[in-house]
């Protein structure tokens, strides 16, 4: 694997922990929110990460070419397709993977009712529905997020010391 292609890899996770930070971030800002545009509470949100499929320049050309109209022919077709697998076979360092955010889930658990019967958004008996945000919890995921965060820098630094190295043994 390349050098930029672990920079890479470490960039897709310092974009995915940000957008988890701001999640948490929205989540602990709402989280006294009783009436939101929707109606009801506010529900917590949470970040579902999935891993990005390591994926070879072949396959990326493989999949361009299909879709263009030139190479429909049936013979065009196989002329290609024996090239593509010819760099198939011949590329051992694939584009890496990574994670990315792969959809943001609502948390539907209904939140703790809480007796306030002065309160603006209470029933007749004089409960209030709060969000389901649990600020401990919140603040938990924050420093995990944080801390996956400061690992992908650490990382990106890392490798950016290792590629200063390599030129400069090419100085000497």
Same mark, same amino acid.
């Given at each position: 694997m390349s050098f930029f292609q672990t920079m890479n890899t470490s *960039? %897709? !996770?310092? %974009? $995915?922990? #940000? *957008?988890?930070?701001? &999640?948490i971030a929205q989540n602990i800002a709402n989280a006294t929110t %009783?009436?939101? /545009? +929707? !109606? !009801?509470p506010y529900l917590r949100q949470a970040a579902i990460? +999935? $891993? &990005? @499929? #390591?994926?070879?320049f072949a396959d990326q050309l493989d999949e361009a070419l299909r879709q263009n109209p030139l190479t429909q022919g049936r013979r065009q077709f196989e002329q290609v397709n024996n090239i593509v +697998?010819? /760099?198939r076979s011949n590329? @051992?360092?694939a584009t890496p993977g990574g994670v990315r955010v792969s959809q943001i889930f609502t948390d539907h658990t209904p939140g703790p009712l809480v007796y306030d019967p002065a309160h603006p958004h209470a029933d007749v008996d004089g409960y *209030? #529905?709060?969000p389901n945000v649990n600020i401990v919890y919140e603040m938990v995921n924050m420093i995990s997020a944080s801390r $996956?965060? +400061?690992a992908n820098m650490t990382a990106i630094t890392t490798t950016r010391a290792l590629i200063q190295a390599t030129l400069n043994l090419g100085q000497g």
């Open positions: *960039v %897709t !996770g310092l %974009t $995915s922990q #940000r *957008v988890r930070m701001d &999640i %009783t009436q939101t /545009a +929707e !109606g !009801g990460f +999935e $891993s &990005i @499929p #390591r994926q070879h +697998e010819r /760099a590329d @051992p360092d *209030v #529905r709060m $996956s965060y +400061e």
